[in-house]
């Protein structure tokens, strides 16, 4: 696969071999950030659960301490205080059905997340279609859907992400920017992973998780290495191994790459 000067000078940088500590894989990533913005760091975490089961789900919503660094539009379906709360809280756009009919008929998008009311999700459902594929409709379980719309608008704003599983069961979010520094970056990081640990932990079975990896949008990935990050130590009986992961895109833990993806699995 090609790849660009800039991209290839970062990746001598990183011991493909290794799997680094937390601190010191938050400091290679800003150390090899090339791109002239300023590039979103995302970690990815392979569980050991298999998605395809309801009861194996793991997903959630977290304020990380930080936040994401990203501008949220938000959008919030209200009527009467709740809207005027809304308003005051912080949210971009606030409606009923008039935003409903914005969005059917002007195929409308100009935001990112979107919080509801109880008493408007009747209406909020019709919207179901379109909100639902690209990630935008609103869930009690993400506490997007919530009688208390304006702290809902003060989290969103204020850098809460959502993790879900995908098909893959992997997680895969956004931790933070290049400019918040190693420091900043891991403790967003550590705060995100203790959510997924916790969420995770009620399922009771399988490993916590297989593999992780946190990686620059545009820039080469990093392992983490589980015990010295202070995530799970490992205990008697569990041991590395190194095989193939099909499936994905780019150089995620779901990619299928030239050398084995290491991991972390029960023997």
Not at 94 to 123: L, R, T
Not at 231 to 251: A, M, R
Request: glycine share 10%; with cysteine; charged share 30%.
């Amino acid at each position: 696969m090609f790849r660009g000067k800039k991209y290839q000078e970062s990746a001598k940088l990183i011991d493909k071999s290794a799997q680094y500590e937390a601190a010191e894989g938050m400091d290679l990533i800003c150390k090899t950030a090339k791109a002239k913005f300023d590039e979103t760091v995302e970690l990815h975490v392979k569980l050991g659960v298999d998605s395809r089961h309801a009861d194996q789900q793991v997903r959630g919503a977290i304020v990380l301490p930080h936040g994401t660094g990203k501008t949220v539009r938000v959008l919030v379906f209200a009527k009467g205080d709740k809207a005027d709360a809304a308003r005051e809280a912080g949210a971009d756009y606030v409606g009923d059905m008039d935003m409903v009919e914005k969005i059917q008929k002007e195929n409308w998008f100009d935001f990112d997340v979107v919080i509801a009311s109880p008493d408007m999700m009747g209406v909020v459902g019709r919207l179901g279609k379109v909100l639902g594929p690209k990630g935008l409709m609103p869930s009690p379980k993400a506490g997007t859907v919530t009688p208390d719309v304006a702290k809902a608008v003060q989290e969103s704003k204020a850098g809460k992400i959502e993790y879900r599983l995908d098909k893959t069961n992997i997680i895969h979010c956004p931790i933070g920017k290049v400019s918040f520094g190693a420091e900043k970056l891991i403790e967003n990081y550590n705060a995100l992973m203790g959510a997924i640990v916790k969420a995770k932990a009620r399922q009771r079975q399988g490993p916590v998780y297989q593999e992780l990896c946190y990686r620059l949008h545009h820039g080469p990935r990093r392992e983490t290495e589980h015990g010295k990050a202070g995530l799970k130590e490992l205990k008697e009986g569990e041991i590395p191994l190194s095989i193939p992961l099909n499936g994905g895109n780019g150089d995620v833990p779901s990619a299928k790459t030239e050398n084995d993806i290491k991991f972390w699995e029960n023997a």
